[in-house]
């Protein structure tokens, strides 16, 4: 499932309108008939029918798309779409629906945002990855190793995978306070380059801050939570954008 979600960097969990939005406006047609596609590549992975999956996947894609991975999704939902090149590639992020290997969070699925990548091909959309980008990381550029499909990278081993997920770390994932009081996480970047992390979704009645989003190597950020009489219970999750990791925090309200 790790090497599937770590196919594209980068994408915030919530997002308002800016005026660069306004710019980015597709035709209605465009923007129904991505929308279709994207609903149909990830309804196959939910029904576990990865051959019509198959069909949505670019020709320069598919080596990739037969050796990756495939995770079980529960849901989704289209969350944002970013148009470039003149309509004929897409940006997009899909809160996907699943269960995370995480202890103290496997018996409930997460909100997970994924982000893809569409290009119009003949006057039809298609999935795919883009090799360069691909082996950008905040550790450097990653190289071919043997066995990887197409020019691609290999898959990282088991270990490496443990390294990376380990580079931005929160000081607690607990944490319990009363109406009217706060509580504070804190995150460190402990990769050799810079990091970013985003809130996905809220906890009703709790005002939730980040000093700042963007972290340097070494670096820390500071997430603050206040409860107001409406506070409820609940997990909230914060993402590291460029390796796609949710770091959940269980908030308890006494």
């Given at each position: 499932?790790?090497?599937?979600v770590?196919?594209?960097?980068g ?8 005026p ?12 129904q ?6 609903s ?19 020709e ?37 629906e699943?269960y995370v290997?995480?202890p ?18 003949d ?6 990855v ?13 190289k071919?190793g ?9 898959v990282?081993?088991?270990k490496?995978m ?27 970047n402990?990769?050799?380059g ?12 709790i005002?939730v801050?980040?000093d700042?989003?963007?972290m ?13 009489a ?19 925090i269980?908030v308890?309200?006494?």
């Amino acid at each position: 499932m790790l090497r599937f979600v770590l196919l594209a960097a980068g994408a915030v969990a919530c997002f308002a309108q800016t005026p660069a939005d306004l710019f980015n406006k597709p035709p209605a047609e465009v923007d129904q008939a991505l929308r279709s596609r994207i609903s149909e590549f990830y309804q196959d992975h939910i029904d576990s029918k990865f051959r019509q999956a198959e069909a949505l996947v670019a020709e320069d894609t598919k080596d990739y798309f037969y050796t990756a991975n495939k995770p079980k999704y529960v849901g989704f939902e289209i969350q944002r779409i970013e148009y470039s090149e003149g309509f004929t590639r897409a940006k997009a992020v899909v809160l996907c629906e699943q269960y995370v290997m995480i202890p103290g969070f496997t018996d409930k699925p997460l909100k997970v945002p994924t982000p893809s990548t569409w290009k119009l091909v003949d006057g039809l959309w298609f999935w795919y990855v883009d090799g360069d980008a691909l082996r950008q990381t905040p550790f450097g550029s990653m190289k071919p190793g043997p066995g990887g499909p197409s020019g691609l990278p290999a898959v990282p081993a088991p270990k490496d995978m443990v390294f990376i997920f380990t580079q931005v770390k929160a000081d607690k994932q607990m944490v319990s306070f009363k109406h009217g009081e706060s509580a504070e996480v804190t995150f460190t970047n402990a990769a050799q380059g810079p990091m970013s992390i985003s809130l996905i979704g809220a906890l009703p009645g709790i005002d939730v801050k980040l000093d700042h989003m963007n972290m340097n190597a070494g670096e820390k950020a500071v997430l603050t939570l206040k409860a107001a009489a409406t506070a409820k219970s609940g997990v909230l999750s914060v993402r590291v954008d460029q390796t796609n990791q949710v770091i959940p925090i269980q908030v308890t309200i006494e």
